[in-house]
């Protein structure tokens, strides 16, 4: 009879043990005592600690290295040739310049902008500013479309303009 109660006699003090874990996670149940844990605790704020003021350190380097002009023009640049490729015409739109929206409307803009070439790629592949304006090199990756001939991609380059107007760089097109 008395090792049928010593299984079940472990398991309610195991219960108790996880209870007396979760109300007091600071507390450790060793034996048949009630103890405080000083040894874990603290260990585990300092590494809290630690990986708090490590996330902080790093996310304040990026805080004090802005991107640079190139970085910014190369990025929306290629945001726009992506739009672009996937035929979302609204989002290249947003990226033209205010002058060009205020005189273009998006549905113009893809109509002169939507057919033609099947662009497979894109590669912004150089770029250089100057104090408001940046050109941009890209590299087009393009399928020609041509009755009865099959041909494969061909490499094509672009110059393009990037204005800075009001803080932002747009992309700049002819009216």
């Not at 004090?64 to 945001?79: G, H, L, M, S, W």
């Not at 996937?86 to 273009?104: D, I, M, N, V």
Request: hydrophobic residues 40%.
């Amino acid at each position: 009879m008395r090792n049928r109660l010593l299984p079940r006699k472990r398991l309610c003090n195991l219960f108790s043990q996880i209870e007396l874990e979760q109300a007091h996670p600071s507390r450790l149940l060793i034996g048949d005592h009630t103890t405080m844990n000083h040894d874990i605790v603290p260990g585990r704020r300092m590494s809290a600690f630690l990986l708090a003021a490590g996330v902080l350190a790093l996310s304040g380097c990026a805080a004090f290295n802005p991107a640079t002009p190139e970085q910014i023009v190369e990025q929306r640049a290629k945001a726009y040739w992506d739009a672009r490729v996937a035929g979302q015409f609204e989002k290249a739109y947003a990226l033209s310049t205010p002058a060009y929206r205020k005189t273009k409307t998006a549905d113009q803009f893809k109509m002169q902008f939507g057919a033609g070439v099947a662009v497979k790629s894109v590669e912004v592949t150089k770029v250089t500013c100057e104090s408001d304006k940046c050109t941009t090199q890209v590299k087009l990756g393009v399928q020609p479309a041509m009755i009865g001939v099959k041909l494969g991609t061909i490499d094509s380059y672009l110059n393009e303009t990037w204005l800075l107007e009001d803080g932002q760089w747009w992309h700049y097109q002819d009216l």
